[in-house]
């Protein structure tokens, strides 16, 4: 009887795997960078400047960091599927009243909303359950999910740019939020907590805590910062940047398209690569990658190098999040992981939302996106003092143990 359930449990988890790729692809593949398709057609239409329309982005992501602590600390109480089912539904009735929106606070207010709710509701307990699910190979099989996002991000306003030029930017807001709420609803069904197997044998103990959550979450929630700062910026701004440079409309989207399927790539490579070298390891070597790389958007001046280059930056770009999702998992304490994991990704979120903000307000300010690129990999280099910092006393903490 118990074999049987184990096997049962062995296979579930991969339906709950699939289930969460694919909750991440639409949910956040929406509120991190699908709305970069609507800078421009909110621009011409309302004659907003580009920082402002920047700006209802980033306040979608400062409610995915406010909601996802709120929401962290909910799901290590009550079922992660009743979480998921609330973020849904606001997330999908966010979107279709911002089709009807004609002002710039009702903008912040829905998308604060959408992300606080829904993109809250919809990462953190859905990742700390797919942590829950997978004892062994955790690395991979949250690279292999945060894959499903890093799809969603890239195919997300490569569809929503077509959308919007055959129907419009509110029929287009209209028709994503009618489609998040068929995908989104079904899927947070399938979102249940792993069973409590009795064996007859202890349940594997963690390892013990050799630096304590008290000084391992704020340092990691700032490192975080710093990381999310730099890659928020070729997500919101790539698509403008090309527009700008090579007088495209739409097909500005597709450099876009391509990195992130390489970050799917990079995604499922360096979760594999933590369960082999550690996770602090990994975050470190995809971290250099994206940081030394991004600024190299700025020195390209036709389509055909955007497409050569957008997929090289992708790869080590996407193993960022595994890295810090793994860590997050590695460094705390199973009871507290979803909290712990909404605590740090509340401040990857405010580093997504500054990134973005700041991309506009600079592109305002010099009618270039060069100093947007370099504050990238500044950003990108005080995370990786950070995390480098980290692993530093950590290794030292276990030779002394050892």
């Known amino acids: 009887m118990i074999s049987q359930r184990l096997s049962t449990h062995a296979m579930y988890r991969w339906v709950v795997l699939a289930a969460a790729g694919l909750t991440l692809g639409v949910a956040m593949g929406f509120l991190v960078n699908g709305f970069s398709a609507f800078v421009v057609p909110l621009e011409m239409y309302f004659g907003w400047p580009r ?4 700006a209802i982005n980033s306040i979608g992501l400062v409610g995915i960091a406010v909601g996802g602590i709120a929401m ?3 799901a290590d109480r009550i079922a992660t599927r009743t979480i998921c089912l609330i973020g849904a539904i606001s997330l999908s009735f966010a ?10 606070w009702q903008f912040y ?13 919809l990462f953190a307990p859905v990742i700390a359950l797919v942590g829950g699910w997978f004892q062994k190979g955790a690395g991979l099989a949250i690279g292999i999910a945060s894959a499903g996002q890093a799809v969603g991000q890239g195919l997300v306003p490569f569809a929503t740019g077509y959308l919007i030029e055959l129907t419009g930017w509110q029929d287009a807001l209209a028709t994503l939020g009618i489609c998040a709420a068929c ?4 899927l947070s069904l399938v979102m249940i907590e792993p069973p409590k197997l009795a064996t007859g044998t202890a349940a594997p103990q963690h390892a013990p805590q050799l630096i304590s959550p008290k000084i391992i979450l704020p340092a990691m929630s700032v490192a975080v910062l710093g990381c999310c700062t730099g890659m928020a910026v070729p997500l919101m701004h790539l698509v403008p940047l090309i527009q700008g440079v090579c007088g495209v409309g739409a097909a500005a989207g597709g450099p876009l398209l391509l990195m992130l399927v390489f970050a799917v790539g990079g995604r499922i490579f360096f979760g594999g690569l ?3 070298i550690g996770p602090l390891r990994s975050w470190m070597a995809a971290t250099t990658w994206q940081t030394v790389l991004v600024s190299g958007f700025i020195l390209l001046g036709t389509m055909q190098a955007f497409w050569l280059f957008a997929p090289l930056y992708g790869f080590g770009y996407g193993g960022v999040m595994t890295g810090v999702l793994v860590s997050v998992r590695a460094l705390t304490p199973p009871e507290r992981r979803a909290s712990a994991t909404g605590i740090v990704l509340a401040f990857g979120w405010l580093g997504h939302a500054l990134g973005g903000w700041q991309g506009g307000f600079f592109f305002d300010l010099t009618g270039a996106y060069d100093w947007t690129y370099i504050n990238a990999a500044l950003a990108g280099t005080i995370n990786l003092f950070i995390v480098g910092t980290i692993f530093i006393v950590l290794r030292k903490r276990q030779l002394a143990t050892a």
Request: glycine share 16%; charged share 10%; net charge negative.
């Open 51 to 54: 920082a402002h329309i920047s």
């Open 183 to 186: 995908i989104l609803i079904p």
């Open 95 to 104: 979107l279709l009243l911002a089709s009807m929106s004609d002002e710039l």
């Open 109 to 121: 207010a829905l998308f604060f909303i959408a992300g606080a709710i829904g993109g809250g509701g």
């Open 274 to 276: 933590a369960d082999k």
């Open 72 to 74: 962290g600390f909910a």
